[in-house]
């Protein structure tokens, strides 16, 4: 949880770290969570595929090979995309209630609040709460908090 928390503040705060050499290109694998189809797993791919390799091949397959014919089909592979998809929203939608609270409305301090601006200037913070407030009115919705995460395909 650590992780995604530094991360969700890294790409809302948009800091991004230069890569000093070319990354690898993806195995097969890999390419079921490239959701975005860049070439490149982002950490929140990254964390659906470690999710996956902590089942056996077996158990990978008995999920997802849903007509046991021992490979992926195409519609199989669209589920279990979708399936991440989803997971990835829900997990965002977590981080953002907890922060949020009853009122599904995050306003500056409660953004400012995350643990991962503890130590970060006030200033910038102010201001990627105020790029992320696309109608200006002080408080976040779930869908303007979202917006700085990498945008996936349906």
């Known amino acids: 949880m650590k992780h995604i928390a530094i991360a969700t503040?890294?790409?809302?705060?948009?800091?991004?770290?230069a890569h000093a050499e070319e990354p690898r290109p993806l195995t097969t694998f890999q390419k079921f969570f490239d959701l975005n189809g860049d070439g490149v797993l982002?950490?929140?791919?990254?964390?659906?595929?470690?999710?996956?390799?902590?089942?056996?091949?077996?158990?990978?397959?008995?999920?997802?090979?849903?007509?046991k014919d021992g490979k992926l089909s195409l519609d199989e592979i669209r589920a279990l995309?979708?399936?991440?998809?989803?997971?990835?929203m829900a997990k965002r939608r977590a981080i953002f209630l907890k922060f949020a609270g009853e009122d599904e409305l995050m306003s500056k301090e409660e953004f400012a609040g995350m643990p991962i601006f503890?130590?970060?200037?006030?200033?910038?913070?102010?201001?990627?709460?105020?790029?992320?407030?696309?109608?200006?009115?002080?408080?976040?919705?779930?869908?303007?908090?979202?917006?700085?995460?990498p945008?996936?395909?349906r």
């Not at 408080?139 to 908090?145: A, C, G, H, K």
């Open 81 to 88: 995309r979708r399936s991440v998809l989803h997971h990835i």
């Open 42 to 67: 982002n950490e929140e791919e990254r964390q659906a595929a470690k999710r996956a390799l902590e089942l056996s091949r077996e158990e990978f397959m008995a999920k997802w090979d849903i007509n």
């Open 9 to 17: 503040a890294l790409m809302l705060s948009g800091i991004s770290f």
């Open 118 to 149: 503890a130590t970060a200037d006030p200033v910038k913070v102010g201001l990627a709460f105020d790029h992320l407030d696309g109608d200006h009115n002080g408080s976040l919705t779930f869908l303007e908090f979202n917006r700085r995460f």
């Open 151 to 153: 945008v996936y395909p």
